[in-house]
T-cell receptor, first 111, second 115 residues
Framework: TQLLEQSPQFLSIQEGENLTVYCNSSSVFSSLQWYRQEPGEGPVLLVTVVTGGEVKKLKRLTFQFGDARKDSSLHITAAQPGDTGLYLCAGAQGGSEKLVFGKGTKLTVNP | ETGVTQTPRHLVMGMTNKKSLKCEQHLGHNAMYWYKQSAKKPLELMFVYNFKEQTENNSVPSRFSPECPNSSHLFLHLHTLQPEDSALYLC??????????????FGEGSRLTVL
């Protein structure tokens, strides 16, 4: 059973478009992280959200943690080719050293 | 230069070979991890070392043998692997072993192909 479901699995858009990707679960997480992995590289942390309802902005990226701390979304405004990559969400459950990862959303932004 | 360095970047081996993957972190972190990344699957945690001590073995087959001689170095020894073990193996480090509250710093990965 997949603990963290990410959708869509693939997304191909044109430069300048807006997009939202989702990370959903039936489980509660104490915190949730978003990573971006570019081809041939390892994942790089973008943000950590810890409070239900929290919204964090990182330039054109807006991250939201659901009120019940079971889901999260990432919204990108005016996407650029440099945003291309695999977006991974990862959740932490209290008392565990394990981060549970979703399968990721593969985003392609075409010039 | 990345804070976590993995070698080799690519490795092709036969099922009877013995090889090792190496990871070195230059960040002064105390915890190191091995993850497996396969197509269409989530990142799978394999091993966790905290202050050189193994604190997590996520039911990994014995053909994968980790070694952590100090907090900066981590190895993954490979022996009699199967073709389904072909994947990207990612090393990561964090300040402490509580990955849920801290940031994971990943290396670029070692792409393993088992023939």
């Amino acid at each position: 059973t997949q603990l963290l479901e990410q959708s869509p699995q693939f997304l191909s858009i044109q430069e300048g478009e807006n997009l939202t990707v989702y990370c959903n679960s039936s489980s509660v997480f104490s915190s949730l992280q978003w990573y971006r992995q570019e081809p041939g590289e390892g994942p790089v942390l973008l943000v950590t959200v810890v409070t239900g309802g929290e919204v964090k902005k990182l330039k054109r990226l807006t991250f939201q943690f659901g009120d019940a701390r079971k889901d999260s979304s990432l919204h990108i405004t005016a996407a650029q080719p440099g945003d291309t990559g695999l977006y991974l969400c990862a959740g932490a459950q209290g008392g565990s050293e394990k981060l549970v990862f979703g399968k990721g959303t593969k985003l392609t932004v075409n010039p | 230069e990345t804070g976590v360095t993995q070698t080799p970047r690519h490795l092709v081996m036969g099922m009877t070979n013995k090889k090792s993957l190496k990871c070195e972190q230059h960040l002064g972190h105390n915890a190191m991890y091995w993850y497996k990344q396969s197509a269409k699957k989530p990142l799978e945690l394999m091993f966790v070392y905290n202050f050189k001590e193994q604190t997590e073995n996520n039911s990994v087959p014995s053909r994968f043998s980790p070694e952590c001689p100090n907090s900066s170095h981590l190895f993954l020894h490979l022996h009699t692997l199967q073709p389904e073990d072909s994947a990207l193996y990612l090393c990561a480090s964090s300040k402490s072993g509580l990955a849920g509250t801290g940031e994971l710093f990943f290396g670029e990965g070692s792409r393993l192909t088992v023939l």
